[in-house]
């Protein structure tokens, strides 16, 4: 069983950074395409970033590109997402996801994805 569990959010500043961790174990990590998604309260889930176990792949969500960057420690078996110029609409709940071991193409797509983290609070204020 693959458990992951997400560290780092917290309060922040409008235009300030946070960098969200992602501890994978029970999985192949080298096989494992990750994720992050997040959900604000009376929204969906959405897509945020996504990368491929190589690290060579890399999809961002358009409302996040050029502010938050995904990458991966496979020795570490974690992924991170580093936010800056962050804005109180980044607020939401982020979660780290995971495809199963041997699905190592990234993909946006949530239904793709297998194992989810408790998820980790991220508020941004104005």
């Known amino acids: 069983q693959v458990q992951l569990v997400e560290s780092g959010g917290g309060l922040v500043q409008a235009g300030g950074s946070l960098r969200l961790s992602c501890a994978a174990s029970?999985?192949?990590?080298?096989?494992?395409?990750m994720g992050w998604f997040r959900q604000a309260p009376g929204k969906e889930r959405e897509f945020v970033a996504a990368i491929s176990w190589s690290g060579r792949n890399i999809y961002y969500a358009d409302s996040v590109k050029e502010r938050f960057t995904i990458s991966r420690a496979n020795a570490k078996n974690t992924v991170y997402l580093q936010m800056a110029s962050l804005k109180p609409e980044d607020t939401a709940i982020y979660y780290c996801?995971?495809?199963?071991?041997?699905?190592?193409?990234?993909?946006?797509?949530?239904?793709?994805?297998?194992?989810w983290g408790q998820g980790t609070q991220v508020t941004v204020s104005s």
């Open positions: 029970g999985c192949t990590f080298s096989g494992c395409a």
């Open positions: 996801t995971a495809r199963p071991p041997g699905r190592s193409q990234a993909t946006t797509q949530q239904y793709e994805y297998t194992y």
